[in-house]
């Protein structure tokens, strides 16, 4: 099985999955239909499935004029059918879905909206996280609250180090400079900072990351250290609320 990464829009980023013996393929996140369509046909892919994880245009604009062309089916969170355009499969948390193509695991994790999901691929050991987890970052809460956002967060903590991380947007230069700004003598992240650069330098992605470079560099995910804690003037040693203060600034940042 290979991942084919592709740049959509401003920032977005779709991926293909495919089976490098029958062809098929599966795509997340198509923001729109022709970028697709062109890694398809240059591959002679023949597209099965789309998986969204969520209904943001930038991640299902492109479902109604591949579905159109390619008779795929689409699959998305059951509770966002009115959201997902075309939607076909509704995905359950914690589901485990098996079809000719894949074997994937969905988790449900709100925050950045109630209907996000996070979409795992053994097989190939990546993670496709959306809009909830980016590299050295997370998404803005627009329809959850800090607490189901942090404990989305908390359950993509827990796959293996190893996984990889495919987010939906090359946001990650403008993230690590909040990340240093707040966690100046993180070595690793300082390491993480010199590839960061250097791929945007040569104009390549910055993704895919590891869930294990995100454990040691992504301050959204290191909120029960002390050093950041005191960092954003949490004295009380709590994760939620330090969460809590580097999204609002974040925000802001
Ligand atoms: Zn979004
Ligand atoms: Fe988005």
Not at 83 to 89: A, N, Q, T, Y
Not at 96 to 118: A, D, Q, V, Y
Request: proline share 4%; with cysteine.
């Amino acid at each position: 099985m290979k991942i084919i990464i592709i740049k959509c829009l401003k920032d977005n980023y779709s991926y293909i999955i495919y089976n490098e013996q029958t062809l098929m393929s599966a795509v997340i996140d198509p923001s729109e239909a022709d970028p697709i369509i062109k890694e398809i046909e240059k591959n002679n892919l023949q597209l099965k499935y789309i998986f969204n994880t969520h209904h943001h245009y930038d991640h299902v604009g492109g479902n109604s004029k591949l579905k159109e062309k390619y008779k795929c089916k689409i699959a998305g969170y059951e509770k966002d059918i009115d959201r997902i355009p075309g939607i076909d499969i509704k995905l359950k948390d914690n589901q485990k879905w098996k079809n000719e193509l894949l074997e994937c695991e969905i988790l449900h994790i709100p925050g950045h909206t109630s209907g996000h999901i996070s979409i795992y691929v053994k097989e190939i050991n990546a993670l496709f996280t959306g809009d909830t987890l980016f590299s050295l970052g997370c998404g803005r809460i627009f329809e959850g609250t800090y607490n189901e956002m942090f404990d989305s967060l908390k359950k993509l903590k827990k796959f293996p180090k190893a996984t990889k991380i495919y987010c939906g947007h090359e946001y990650t230069k403008k993230n690590s400079e909040f990340c240093i700004s707040l966690d100046p003598n993180n070595s690793k992240l300082i390491n993480k900072i010199n590839n960061i650069n250097e791929n945007i330098k040569n104009d390549n992605p910055t993704i895919p990351s590891t869930l294990s470079d995100e454990l040691e560099c992504n301050i959204f995910l290191r909120t029960d250290n002390l050093k950041i804690q005191n960092q954003v003037g949490i004295n009380s040693g709590d994760p939620i609320k330090t969460f809590t203060k580097l999204r609002d600034l974040k925000d802001n940042f």
